[in-house]
């Protein structure tokens, strides 16, 4: 039986197992023309040859801030009950964080280990913090994604997202030349889903 509830405190341990990276089919390659009338980005999304993967590892100082978040109290975890056992394991994590000044709820991390996926889990913990962020008053939600990270944005979408914005240099200075960059995909409480 899953179990999802809010998430009162981020132990390394979970973090780290749950957010590691990705693979990924498709991609959506980013293309940019700008003139002194004119500034246009495109956004194609093409089959690889080869899947893209990313890996990372959650450091210390990424780890302090997610920790930050959680104390919030926008934060979600999904459980299972260990075979024969009274323990629960966390398979998925939401991490969200509200910004009162814009009324936004950015969530920060979203996994569900993938034994798990494909299960309706994502969607429920999505579901519960778009209703956290609609009884808080807040008025969107927003993740970030990369461009490489198609099933992110094909589950986002899914859930009524749309990609509300891109930032060519919000991981480095390189970002359109290394082919990697960041979506800001956004949930507008109140309105009609679709998808």
Not at 121 to 144: D, N, P, T
Request: charged fraction near 20%; charge should be neutral.
């Amino acid at each position: 039986m899953i179990e999802i509830k809010p998430l009162t405190h981020l132990l390394p341990q979970d973090i780290r197992r749950l957010n590691y990276g990705y693979t990924s089919s498709e991609v959506y390659k980013v293309s940019k023309k700008e003139s002194p009338a004119t500034t246009t980005i495109h956004l194609e999304r093409v089959v690889l040859a080869q899947p893209y993967i990313k890996k990372w590892v959650t450091d210390d100082e990424e780890l302090k801030l997610l920790q930050e978040a959680v104390a919030t109290g926008f934060s979600l975890g999904a459980y299972a009950s260990l075979k024969d056992s009274v323990l629960k394991e966390m398979i998925g994590i939401a991490i969200a964080e509200p910004r009162h000044w814009n009324s936004s709820l950015w969530v920060w991390e979203f996994h569900v280990s993938p034994v798990y996926q494909r299960q309706g889990i994502g969607s429920h913990m999505m579901q519960s913090l778009i209703q956290k962020a609609e009884r808080a008053g807040l008025r969107i939600l927003v993740c970030e994604t990369q461009n490489t990270n198609a099933p992110a944005i094909a589950f986002y979408r899914t859930m009524g997202f749309e990609i509300d914005g891109i930032d060519l240099s919000y991981y480095t200075n390189q970002d359109l030349v290394s082919g990697e960059v960041a979506f800001f995909m956004k949930y507008k409480i109140g309105r009609v889903k679709h998808g």
